[in-house]
């Protein structure tokens, strides 16, 4: 007789997982498909931060990606497609950071923003992708950049660079790529110097005072929309006239991802 492995317990197979100096390192590791959020990574996710958090050696927490992308959002070779949250960085004790190595698109950045901290390198890209066939990126991005450029990232779609987030408050810094990850480490290992019993606490009541401002009603808003947004590309067209649906179903995938952006091939916005 067989078990079999409970979802988001060890042995990971899509991220790897490590202990650097009082830090958890924690690596989206499937690069072939631009660390996509299939369903057995969300749970990888959520099962790595649950056992850092409840490490005594671990001080803080980082997350990145393998590859070219830190996530590329939802896996859409999953029908329909993965949507459930990935544990938030709100969730856990311990000052979570994420060192967004390149695209951060769709549910990545809608989990990203909900950590303490964002770095992220000079080659990094942020996007709402799923919005463009009609999946929504949640009511809470208007703390980070206020209501006219989550209008601008939501409603338009639009793709910004890592210098444009910054800009905007999406992030918290941007550094060379070959720098990312030695910056970001050093920025954790400062976080775990820090008494821990302190950093619990002001966590705690710095995302009070969030929740206080809104954050939380946002939240149960949120979950009260959830059965009315799901993705919609029935009433998403491509340049031909035909909806993503129809196009995914009789052209294939690839063919979806072309029409579904087809529109998006020059950023509108522009770096200083």
Known sequence: MTTEQVPGTEPFHD???EVRNRVALITLNRPERLNALSYRLREEIGGAMR??????EVGCIVVTGAGRAFSA???LREQPIATQDVLHGREVEK????????LC????????????MI??????RFCFMETRFGVSAGPNIPFLVG???AKMLVLAGEEVSARTARRIGLITDVVPHEELLPRTLDLANRVASMPRSFVRVSKSEIDGTIDMMGWAANQALSRRMRPLRRGTPDDAFGPDGRTLTQIREQDGMQAFIEARDAAWKERWTHDD
Do not use: F, R
């Open 15 to 17: 991220l790897t997982y």
């Open 51 to 56: 056992k850092a958090d409840a490490d005594p």
């Open 73 to 75: 959002g939802g896996d």
């Open 95 to 102: 000052v979570v950071i994420a060192a967004v190595n390149g």
């Open 105 to 116: 698109y769709g549910a990545a950045l809608m989990w990203a923003i909900t950590v303490d």
């Open 119 to 124: 770095v992220a390198s000079e080659e990094a």
């Open 147 to 149: 209501p006219q450029w």
